[in-house]
C-alpha cells in the first residue's frame, strides 16, 4: 500500500560548486531564477530555485560547512550534478512515521525556513518540515527525503513560474545505474510502489498522483533515448537526466540554441552535470 502521507515528486537537488555560476547556466537555458535563498544557519547552504507548475528545480550549494551539510559536501567532492530527489509530504512526521512502521530508520522531521524576496518588493518566509530516508538507503547513488511546505504562497510565485523555455513540469528523473531493476527495485521498496518494465530495458517507477517518474537505465539506454546529445560528465551510476515538459516546444529549441529536426536537449557540460530534455507538456 503507498505511503499515505507522500503524494509525488516535489522536487529534485541538484548541487553546484558555484552556485551564482550555475544560476547563470541555467537563466541562459531559459529559466527564470529564483532570487538567492539562504537556508537556516544550522544547514549551512544556499539555494536557486527554477518553479514549475506542481514541482521544481534546486540549485543548491554549501556557503558554511556545517554537520547537516556533510553529505552534499562529499557528493560535490566527485561531481556536480542531481544529488537528491524530494517527494510532498502532506504531513511530514506522519510520514517519517510511516517509513519508520516499514522497517526503516527514517530521521526527522526538521523544521527550517529561508527569506523570499518577494517581485513586487518586501520579504516573506518560507517554511519547511522534512524527513530523510536512511542516509545509506540511495538507489543508485540517489538521495531522497519528503518535504512538507508550510508556506506554499512564499515558494509557487507565479511570476517565477513563468519560462523563455515554455517549461511546465517534471516529466522523469533518469538514473543511471549497474543493475537497472535492481535499483528500481529498491526505490520501489521505499516508497511503497510498484517498478515496471518499459520497452526499452528501462524500469520505470512512478512517484504518485500526477507526479514525474523515476526511470533507471543503463548507459546504452540513456544514449538510445537521447540522440545526438554528448553524455559527458555523466557518473558511471547516479541521477543524469531530467525530461522536462515544455508548452513550447519551439521556445525550447530556440532556449537551448537547438539545431532544427535536433533532439531539444543540453548536455550536462551546460547544465551543471545533468543532461536537460524537452519534450512536449
Known sequence: MALRNVIGLDHVVIAVRDLDAAAKSWEALGFTMSPRGTHSAHMGSGNYTMMLGDDYMELLGVLVPTDHNAGLRAFLEGREGLDRAAFTATDAAAGAEEVRARGLAATGPVAFGRPVPLPGGGEAEARFNVFQWPRDQ?????????????????????????HANGATRIVRIEVLAKDPEAAAAHLAKLIDRAAEREADGAFRVPSGSTRGDFVFLDRATLAARHPGVALDGLPEEGGAALVLGTKDMAAAAKALGTAKGATVAAAPSRATGVLLRFVPA
Open 138 to 162: 540511495r538507489p543508485a547513488g540517489l538521495g531522497i527525503f519528503a518535504c512538507q511546505h508550510l508556506t506554499r504562497e512564499n515558494v509557487w510565485i507565479p511570476e517565477l513560474q513563468s
